[in-house]
């Protein structure tokens, strides 16, 4: 779980971009980019960050999107649907962070899925129109196109508008922080991941993607700090799959990382299940946040269809700093049938509209979502259920 030291001294070599503004974008409810209420025309006190499990697309959900597109008169892959229950609470969030799990596709494909991914690059519009500004692409699955994966699905991430941490296209690239403005507040994200399934790093490109390092996630960190970041998110793609508690390396590297005075909040993929929050001295680190999108074969006992979508609220403090000051998390499931779908648990349940066993199916649903967030005494420290 090292860096090389190539690594490293590109790492410390490389200067930092400007924020890029966060703005709305194909219609999503538009972001707060201006002050908070009474606070003249400075930047904003208070800001909400909302954040989403992986973007895991298997045959069979490429298939429902097909589907979908013809569906609306259209050639290719339409994921929208999946995704449209999540829209208004990531839309509304003044930033968004996403996941995405696996590399995107020319638009012809081929699409593959486990053991070596390649999916419909229309995913990342899907995440745009959900109203996404930035996404980790550093997870097991990096390599599994090589160099040719990462760019196609950088450049395709670039094409929608959403800037992207984890993964690098060139040296110069992977020195550069992914700083945000958001509402005048600049944000960094940061996105690494515990291993690429033995795949080694492209010869010659060490910068390539980020494997997890104690030291250089705590430099990276700093160095956004130096580039003006007032917060910075640490997505970490880690864990041991299908295990709801976190792992021991897990609860060791949260700990130390939110020690340091540069790391903010935690947020964590990889696990395809729910895995508790926990407060940290006045931190707070998502283990894991399950899958957002998945369509494994049925029958699966793992509980992969959980999801979470957590929102932090982050204020200002008397010292000038940011603080978590509230997390609301809404569990959501990804439906099979009739069509693939992430459900919205807490509206689904509420929904008259929706029958009667249909809705007690969902409540007990988020019943079991909640009661692993709350494994590690999370709503003890403060954490806001919906339900």
């Given at each position: ?5 190539a ?12 924020p ?36 895991l ?10 589907e ?15 995704l ?6 990531v ?5 968004a ?59 395709n ?27 005048g507040?600049k ?14 790093l492209?010869?010659?490109r ?26 910075v ?5 880690w ?42 001295g ?16 049925d ?23 940011w ?25 689904a ?22 009661g ?16």
């Open positions: 779980m090292r860096l090389g030291v690594v490293l001294l590109v790492l410390l070599a490389g200067a930092c971009t400007e890029a503004r966060v703005a709305p974008r194909h219609s999503a409810a538009p972001r707060a980019t201006s002050p908070d209420p009474g606070t003249g025309t400075g930047p904003k006190n208070q800001l909400t960050v909302v954040a989403a499990g992986d973007l697309v298997h045959p069979l959900l490429t298939e429902q999107a097909a979908d597109a013809r569906a609306a008169g259209r050639a290719g892959h339409d994921f929208s649907r999946v449209a229950a999540i829209r208004p609470r839309s509304a969030a003044d930033l962070i996403c996941h995405m799990e696996t590399p995107l596709a020319d638009p012809q494909g081929p699409f593959t899925g486990w053991p070596a991914f390649s999916v419909p690059p229309e995913l990342a519009d899907a995440a745009a129109w959900a109203g996404f500004d930035t996404c980790s692409t550093a997870s097991n699955h990096s390599l599994d196109e090589g160099m040719a994966g990462i760019t196609r699905t950088l450049d991430l670039d094409r929608v508008g959403l800037r992207h941490a984890g993964t690098a296209r060139s040296a110069e690239e992977a020195a550069r922080t992914n700083l945000l403005d958001v509402g507040v944000v960094a994200q940061l996105s690494y991941a515990l291993s690429f399934n033995d795949i080694p492209p010869e010659g060490p910068w390539a993607a980020n494997l997890i390092d104690r030291d250089a996630i705590r430099t990276a960190a700093h160095r956004a700090r130096a580039a003006g970041a007032e917060i998110i640490l997505s970490m793609h864990g041991t799959e299908y295990q709801n508690a976190p792992n021991d390396d897990q609860l060791d590297l949260a700990e130390q990382l939110l020690a340091s005075p540069d790391i903010d909040l935690i947020i964590g993929h990889h696990v395809h299940v729910v895995q508790p929050f926990e407060k940290i006045r931190k707070w680190v998502a283990y894991g946040m399950g899958n957002l999108t998945a369509r494994f074969d029958g699966s006992p793992e509980n992969t269809q959980d999801a979470v979508v957590p929102e932090f609220t982050f204020t200002r403090t008397e010292s000038g700093g603080e978590v000051t509230s997390v609301s998390v809404l569990p959501t499931w990804m439906e099979y049938r009739p069509a693939a779908r992430v459900v919205d648990l807490v509206g349940a509420r929904d008259p509209a929706v029958p009667d066993a249909q809705r007690a199916h969902y409540a007990e649903i988020e019943k079991r979502i909640n692993y967030v709350g494994m590690r005494g999370a709503f003890e420290a403060g954490l806001r259920p919906l339900s």
